[in-house]
């Protein structure tokens, strides 16, 4: 059996097991939620379409966590005008099981979700597992692209730490690119972010991108 839902004005074809990524929703791991916006209802040949919902037919899922998806990048410039401004966004989603399609007016099985409640709760902070941060050295230099040279240039600005770096803010990243002329490299490399990375215990990127050069 299959079910074409619609959330966060997008269209879904779901069926049962399967995990689906949609615009943000409120709710933890673990909770249960209803989808009872079902535009069609499949089962083999039988197939019963909404006009413009189907009655009583409701699709319940399990969250599994919040989530981000990729960067998108905005760059907008001004010609003649020496204006140009790169940003980022990392759009919020939600990770989502489909546990049951019901039809009928049927409610959503509370004992399945409670029995998949426990699961997910204790796998969860396994993934979160990070190294000590005392175990991190608050070097700027540890960010990917920033050599000896360029390290020894930001110090002379004052700027020596991963922590100072993770705390930009768009403004002081345009100031910075002009004072020591960096032609965007802040935004292009990704500083900011590589340094929330690092301060959050996660490995460098150049070592990241060289183990998996080495596995190609």
């Known amino acids: 059996m299959y079910a074409v839902i619609k959330t966060g004005g997008k ?10 990524k949609i615009e943000k929703v409120d709710g933890d791991a673990g909770e249960v939620i209803a989808f009872d916006t079902v535009l069609m209802v499949g089962d083999g040949d039988d197939v019963t379409i909404g006009a413009p919902l189907v009655d009583g037919a409701i699709v319940a899922g399990e969250i599994l966590g919040q989530d981000r998806n990729r960067k998108i ?7 003649r005008k020496h204006y140009r401004r790169r940003n980022g966004h990392r759009q919020h989603v939600t990770l989502v099981k489909i546990t049951e399609i019901l039809t009928g007016g049927k409610k959503p099985s509370a004992k399945k979700a409670a029995k998949a409640t426990p699961a997910k709760e204790t796998k ?29 240039k930001l110090n002379a600005a004052g700027i020596t730490t991963l922590t100072q770096v993770s705390k930009w803010k768009a403004k002081d990243v345009e100031k910075i690119n002009d004072e020591l002329s960096l032609g965007g490299r802040i935004e292009r490399e990704e500083w900011v972010e590589q340094a929330k990375e690092l301060l959050a215990g996660k490995p460098p990127r150049a070592k990241v991108d060289q183990a998996a050069a080495k596995k190609k």
């Open 73 to 79: 990048i905005i760059f907008k410039k001004k010609r």
């Open 124 to 152: 969860a902070p396994a993934k979160q597992v990070a190294p000590a941060k005392s175990d991190i050295k608050d070097d700027v230099e540890l960010i990917g692209g920033v050599g000896p040279a360029l390290a020894k």
């Open 11 to 20: 269209q879904y074809r779901v069926a049962a097991e399967d995990i689906i």
